[in-house]
């Protein structure tokens, strides 16, 4: 498949072990954050989303920490599987009619 | 429900021509957005469209337009090609219920690689 980005910070997870993926947000204005997921040859799939007044949200072995103090945002994959194997993107905005900003993404490389 | 739809998929052109990308929003959706990924610069924003009105633009030249019809398909347009326009371009369509947020969720098509030659 193609190649989202050549040069992205890759982390590299054993099978069964817990992800981290973390990103540090733009705008202390922001107040809307998103994590999508890109495997090779498709567009970004939505995972998980979390607003300002919150810390923390959970899904399905998806858990997104939000730290607004330090601009921070992370995404926690439990049980990491070779499907999770893919470029992470996190993405903000300000409620009221602006556009989402991406960040540089991070690439997930789960070891078998 | 059917997901978001791009097309064509691929697309070759050559420096100075014109293309038109086609992006099939969600049933029920109501805004699209469009994207540009490249590897050096990360998906970037072009420009939003809700009910046939353009009404966020990114940083991009004149160049690059779009425009959205009655039933919220979408397409863009980029004139006169430059070897930098080579990317691979996303639609994102949300439900959009209330125009006034910007906050629904984004789902996104499997885009349009666009290669300059």
């Known amino acids: 498949g193609e190649s989202v980005g050549l040069h992205l910070p890759t982390l590299s997870v054993q099978e069964g072990d817990n992800s981290i993926i973390n990103c540090a947000y733009s705008?202390?204005?922001?107040?809307?954050f998103i994590w999508y997921k890109q495997e090779s040859g498709k567009g970004p799939q939505f995972i998980i989303d979390?607003?300002?007044?919150?810390d923390k949200r959970q899904g399905q072995r998806v858990t997104v920490l939000l730290n607004k103090t330090v601009k921070h945002l992370s995404l926690q994959i439990a049980a990491t599987q070779p499907g999770d194997s893919a470029v992470y993107f996190c993405a903000e905005n300000i409620e009221g009619n602006t556009p989402l900003v991406f960040g540089k993404g991070t690439r997930l490389s789960v070891i078998a | 429900k059917a997901g978001v739809t791009q097309t064509p998929r691929y697309l070759i052109k050559t420096r100075g021509q014109q293309v038109t990308l086609s992006c099939s929003p969600i049933?029920?959706?109501?805004?699209v957005s469009w994207y540009q990924q490249t590897p050096g610069q990360g998906l970037q924003f072009l420009f939003e469209y809700f009910s046939e009105t353009q009404r966020n633009k990114g940083n991009f030249p004149g160049r690059f337009s779009g425009r959205q019809f009655s039933n919220s398909r979408s397409e863009m347009n980029v004139s006169t090609l430059e070897l930098g326009d080579s990317a691979l371009y996303l639609c994102?369509?949300?439900?959009?219920?209330?125009?006034?947020?910007?906050?629904?969720?984004?789902?996104f098509g499997p885009g349009t690689r666009l290669t300059v030659l």
């Open positions: 994102a369509s949300s439900l959009a219920l209330d125009p006034g947020l910007s906050t629904d969720t984004q789902y």
């Open positions: 705008n202390s204005a922001s107040d809307y």
């Open positions: 979390i607003r300002s007044n919150m």
């Open positions: 049933s029920g959706h109501r805004s």
